[in-house]
């Protein structure tokens, strides 16, 4: 076999299998193994500290409106224990989170059943949708002023919109995950005569499982965002409302402390649904 | 007395605006206890006519009754066995089997005692709290028929249930749903393209037409397999051998080839 004739054989295989590096003007970018990515992930990191605190310590941006990251850090730890617009960063997130909570099991609790039953009533799809297509495209935040004049600023108004924002994925995954039951499975319940209410419980939930989790990890990211979002307006607790006071103040070491928190919050909410979401799937036996 | 009863079945698919006439007229009746088998070149409809019975279709032309009723929705009284199993992948091989006794209504004690039975017919002993993709092909489809024996369906609709599993697996199935047949005998209407499969299993085997599908010749088997006594073999392939066998699969493989041959362009 010539070498142009391995070649081409070599291309055409390369879709299938990008584990092997190919050379070639059409070959995707190497794969690099676990170690490489990270240490690129740790320059990545690195690059950007240092040129925050470039810009910073040399006074390039006035030190006023970017701390160097030392100072969030040392920031991040005094608010730990010291409090801030009455309370300390522990206490404002525990009150943003348990809003949080609410609002996004609120939101699963409805959201999930009835994505489900719209998946199987052809006439509740007819009903339900034109109305949700309209609403999910106002933006949480676009429902601050109405939720604050229903709810208040306390604890309904926020609820209602970390709802607002965590509601449309639960909904839209739970049906697609019923629309897309493989028929046969359906059929075979129905030839052994369950209920339509049982086909719901007991075949189409189990089936979207992956599919309501998935849209699960979504919604949560969707409400964590919002409810920060809310506080900037109303609330009288929470990280949201502890960065309105800081910026007041300009303490702006304060404000990136928030955003910090903020971040990492959000981030383990998605790490513990990822944690859940993979368990699932392979107690599934579909991964 | 008829069990299924198919009167001048016609059955028209629209595809994309463009009628597909599937069906043209289709006469078949199953009488109670009986087993009959339906073959037919791919795509003449064998299946539709499964599936008008079950009720998951419905007839554009004639009627489908099961025990003297019009077919209106699928029900247990009608069990099915698919090709590709559909089984609950959530559930245990005993929730599996359990769950049309519980939409019947039938107590927890009496439910536990007739999974055990089925469990045992089937040979799935000691699997019971398996999940079906930790079994093989050929016990996810004794899954699949012990949940349709449990019910006691007045009728058992087979779609090329063997279809799926490779060819060892599939004679060891077959002799045993003969074994079955004798134990426990109900009325059987049984999808296949593969014709020694149906002379060795049914009582008569319907021939269909290439598409738009229509029966062409029933065969009756029964009276063949009691005469010639092919029930005192117990293994498939000495059944297979006998001249009698022989003789009936080779008169319908010849009646499937001329319809093979008429659809060529």
Same mark, same amino acid.
């Given at each position: 076999?010539?070498?142009?004739?391995?070649?081409?054989?070599?291309?055409?295989?390369?879709?299938?299998?990008?584990?092997?590096?190919?050379?070639?003007?059409?070959?995707?970018?190497?794969?690099?193994?676990?170690?490489?990515?990270?240490?690129?992930?740790?320059?990545?990191?690195? !690059?950007?500290?240092?040129?925050?605190?470039?810009?910073?310590?040399?006074?390039?941006?006035?030190?006023?409106?970017?701390?160097?990251?030392?100072?969030?850090?040392?920031?991040?730890?005094?608010?730990?224990?010291?409090?801030?617009?009455?309370?300390?960063?522990?206490?404002?997130?525990?009150?943003?989170?348990? &809003?949080?909570?609410?609002?996004?099991?609120?939101?699963?609790?409805?959201?999930?059943?009835?994505?489900?039953?719209? $998946?199987?009533?052809?006439?509740?799809?007819?009903?339900?949708?034109?109305?949700?297509?309209?609403?999910?495209?106002?933006?949480?935040?676009?429902?601050?002023?109405?939720?604050?004049?229903?709810? !208040?600023? $306390?604890?309904?108004?926020?609820?209602?919109?970390?709802?607002? !924002?965590?509601?449309?994925?639960?909904?839209?995954?739970?049906?697609? !995950?019923?629309?897309?039951?493989?028929?046969?499975?359906?059929?075979?319940?129905?030839?052994?005569?369950?209920?339509?209410?049982?086909?719901?419980?007991?075949?189409?939930?189990?089936?979207?499982?992956?599919?309501?989790?998935?849209?699960?990890?979504?919604?949560?990211?969707?409400?964590?965002?919002?409810?920060?979002?809310?506080?900037?307006?109303?609330?009288?607790?929470?990280?949201?409302?502890?960065?309105?006071?800081?910026?007041?103040?300009?303490?702006?070491?304060?404000?990136?402390?928030?955003?910090?928190?903020?971040?990492?919050?959000?981030?383990?909410?998605?790490?513990?649904?990822?944690?859940?979401?993979?368990?699932?799937?392979? &107690?599934?036996?579909?991964? | 007395?008829?069990?299924?009863?198919?009167?001048?079945?016609?059955?028209?698919?629209?595809?994309?605006?463009?009628?597909?006439?599937?069906?043209?007229?289709?006469?078949?009746?199953?009488?109670?206890?009986?087993?009959?088998?339906?073959?037919?070149?791919?795509?003449?409809?064998?299946?539709?006519?499964?599936?008008?019975?079950?009720?998951?279709?419905?007839?554009?032309?004639?009627?489908?009754?099961?025990?003297?009723?019009?077919?209106?929705?699928?029900?247990?009284?009608?069990?099915?066995?698919?090709?590709?199993?559909?089984?609950?992948?959530?559930?245990?091989?005993?929730?599996?089997?359990?769950?049309?006794?519980?939409?019947?209504?039938?107590?927890?004690?009496?439910?536990?005692?007739?999974?055990?039975?089925?469990?045992?017919?089937?040979?799935?002993?000691?699997?019971?709290?398996?999940?079906?993709?930790?079994?093989?092909?050929?016990?996810?489809?004794?899954?699949?028929?012990?949940?349709?024996?449990?019910?006691?369906?007045?009728?058992?609709?087979?779609?090329?249930?063997?279809?799926?599993?490779?060819?060892?697996?599939?004679?060891?199935?077959?002799?045993?749903?003969?074994?079955?047949?004798?134990?426990?005998?109900?009325?059987?209407?049984?999808?296949?393209?593969?014709?020694?499969?149906?002379?060795?299993?049914?009582?008569?085997?319907?021939?269909?037409?290439?598409?738009?599908?229509?029966?062409?010749?029933?065969?009756?088997?029964?009276?063949?397999?009691?005469?010639?006594?092919?029930?005192?073999?117990?293994?498939?392939?000495?059944?297979?051998?006998?001249?009698?066998?022989?003789?009936?699969?080779?008169?319908?493989?010849?009646?499937?080839?001329?319809?093979?041959?008429?659809?060529?362009?």
């Amino acid at each position: 076999m010539s070498l142009a004739m391995q070649t081409k054989i070599n291309l055409s295989e390369m879709s299938a299998d990008r584990a092997q590096p190919q050379r070639s003007a059409v070959t995707p970018p190497i794969r690099l193994t676990r170690s490489e990515r990270m240490r690129l992930g740790t320059i990545g990191l690195i !690059g950007f500290i240092g040129i925050w605190s470039l810009l910073s310590l040399t006074g390039l941006v006035p030190r006023q409106f970017l701390p160097a990251p030392h100072e969030v850090l040392i920031r991040f730890i005094e608010l730990l224990g010291t409090p801030f617009a009455g309370a300390t960063l522990v206490e404002h997130l525990a009150s943003s989170f348990m &809003r949080f909570a609410y609002g996004f099991l609120l939101a699963a609790m409805i959201g999930i059943p009835l994505g489900l039953l719209m $998946g199987w009533y052809r006439w509740l799809d007819d009903v339900i949708t034109p109305i949700f297509d309209m609403l999910r495209f106002i933006a949480p935040i676009a429902w601050v002023p109405f939720a604050a004049l229903w709810f !208040g600023t $306390g604890i309904g108004g926020p609820i209602m919109i970390i709802f607002a !924002g965590a509601f449309p994925p639960c909904l839209i995954n739970a049906y697609r !995950g019923a629309r897309f039951v493989n028929r046969n499975v359906i059929e075979a319940a129905q030839m052994l005569g369950t209920s339509n209410l049982r086909i719901v419980t007991e075949v189409l939930l189990p089936a979207s499982i992956p599919s309501i989790v998935a849209g699960l990890r979504v919604s949560a990211g969707l409400a964590w965002q919002s409810l920060i979002g809310a506080e900037l307006i109303v609330a009288s607790a929470g990280v949201g409302f502890m960065m309105v006071q800081a910026q007041a103040g300009v303490a702006t070491a304060t404000v990136m402390t928030c955003m910090l928190a903020i971040g990492l919050v959000g981030l383990l909410i998605d790490v513990a649904l990822r944690q859940i979401e993979t368990a699932i799937r392979r &107690r599934h036996g579909q991964s | 007395m008829a069990s299924i009863e198919f009167s001048s079945v016609g059955k028209v698919f629209n595809r994309a605006g463009i009628d597909f006439v599937t069906l043209d007229g289709v006469d078949l009746s199953v009488a109670e206890k009986e087993f009959v088998a339906i073959v037919g070149p791919s795509g003449c409809g064998k299946t539709t006519c499964l599936r008008m019975a079950a009720g998951f279709e419905f007839p554009t032309l004639g009627t489908v009754k099961v025990n003297y009723r019009d077919v209106t929705a699928p029900g247990p009284d009608r069990a099915v066995v698919f090709q590709q199993f559909a089984l609950f992948p959530w559930k245990t091989v005993a929730q599996n089997i359990e769950l049309g006794l519980r939409n019947k209504g039938v107590p927890k004690v009496e439910r536990q005692e007739r999974v055990k039975n089925a469990i045992a017919l089937m040979s799935l002993q000691g699997y019971e709290s398996a999940y079906p993709h930790q079994l093989s092909g050929g016990m996810q489809q004794r899954v699949a028929i012990a949940r349709a024996y449990v019910l006691e369906p007045e009728v058992l609709l087979m779609d090329e249930p063997f279809g799926a599993l490779d060819a060892q697996t599939r004679v060891s199935m077959q002799e045993e749903l003969v074994r079955l047949a004798r134990v426990n005998p109900r009325t059987v209407l049984f999808i296949t393209h593969a014709v020694e499969e149906a002379v060795y299993l049914a009582d008569r085997v319907a021939i269909m037409t290439k598409r738009p599908g229509r029966i062409k010749e029933i065969i009756d088997i029964k009276s063949v397999r009691l005469a010639e006594k092919w029930d005192e073999h117990e293994r498939i392939e000495d059944v297979m051998d006998l001249e009698s066998f022989v003789h009936l699969r080779t008169h319908i493989w010849r009646s499937l080839r001329e319809e093979k041959g008429s659809q060529v362009h």
